[in-house]
């Protein structure tokens, strides 16, 4: 597995809008300084994940981004997979596969599903209401005044 700039982006920007959930449309420039996110590149991104049903927009003058389903509806896994495709390390991993003589008999095929399950068992167990909720208590317990 391997997480691009864009699905790095991708997750930045979900969470972002998770944080802000209920509170309105998150402008694109305020998303852009909060995930220390390009704007041209944040646009793509917004674009792939409107397409996937994870954000929804407003337009206008008030506009802005906001989730299109509840945080505690959204996993970490559901965004990596539909922006960076399948988390297994190789394609044999996969249940049906047939590309490869060897494939039950081999030696790395076992290896490569535990660390697919190991993944899976994380990132399929983590919601963004959870990512949420440790941000704002890591934010709460940085902010101090003198």
């Not at 420039?29 to 409107?50: C, M, S, Y």
């Not at 559901?78 to 047939?98: A, L």
């Amino acid at each position: 597995m391997k997480i691009t700039y864009k699905g790095d982006y991708a997750l930045k920007a979900v969470l972002v809008l998770s944080i802000k959930y209920g509170s309105g449309v998150v402008t694109i420039h305020e998303l852009a300084k909060e995930a220390d996110i390009p704007i041209k590149f944040l646009e793509q991104v917004l674009l792939e994940l409107k397409r996937g049903g994870f954000v929804e927009s407003r337009r206008g003058k008030v506009g802005g981004y906001f989730l299109a389903k509840k945080p505690s509806q959204i996993k970490i896994g559901d965004v990596v997979r539909f922006v960076d495709g399948p988390i297994e390390p190789i394609t044999c991993v996969e249940k049906d596969y047939s590309g490869c003589r060897d494939v039950y008999r081999c030696a790395f095929r076992g290896i490569w599903q535990d660390v697919t399950r190991a993944i899976s068992g994380i990132i399929d167990n983590i919601t963004f209401e959870d990512l949420a909720s440790q941000t704002k208590s890591r934010q709460e317990v940085c902010s101090y005044s003198i």
